[in-house]
Nanobody, 126 residues
Framework: QVQLVESGGGQVQAGDSLRLSCAVS???????MAWFRQAPGKEREFVGG????????WYDDSVKGRFTISRDAFKNTVYLQMNNLKPDDTAVYYC????????????????????WGQGTQVTVSS
């Protein structure tokens, strides 16, 4: 089982930025690492994903142009840089790993992901 630990959440104002980190205990070149979020009373939704071997990225339309996913292979860490945050971005953010991904794009279904972090809260006030 892969261990994932998120950090970096917090409470910010609309328009601010935050960077979330996800430390991963193990990686494989074919894996896709993804960020999901879940707001109160809503289903967990795909934010974006990155393929470990080539940095190929995918994003939900709601965050395109504002959020960027990156990874540091030496640190086994995935990042989610969030700019121009909006109150609608308020949620618990989770990182997850898909160990048997399809070719492309990243799967947006949470059930396709094998291991999950504990989540980190992001609260954006207007």
């Amino acid at each position: 089982q892969v261990q994932l630990v998120e950090s970096g959440g917090g409470q910010v104002q609309a328009g601010d930025s935050l960077r979330l980190s996800c430390a991963v205990s193990d990686t494989r070149s074919n894996w896709i690492m993804a960020w999901f979020r879940q707001a109160p009373g809503k289903e967990r939704e795909f934010v974006g994903g990155i393929r470990w071997r080539d940095n190929r990225q995918w994003y939900d339309d709601s965050v395109k142009g504002r959020f960027t996913i990156s990874r540091d292979a030496f640190k086994n860490t995935v990042y989610l840089q969030m700019n121009n945050l909006k109150p609608d971005d308020t949620a618990v953010y989770y990182c997850a790993v898909d160990q048997l991904p399809r070719a492309a794009p990243a799967d947006v279904r949470a059930e396709s992901y094998d291991d999950w972090g504990q989540g980190t809260q992001v609260t954006v006030s207007s």
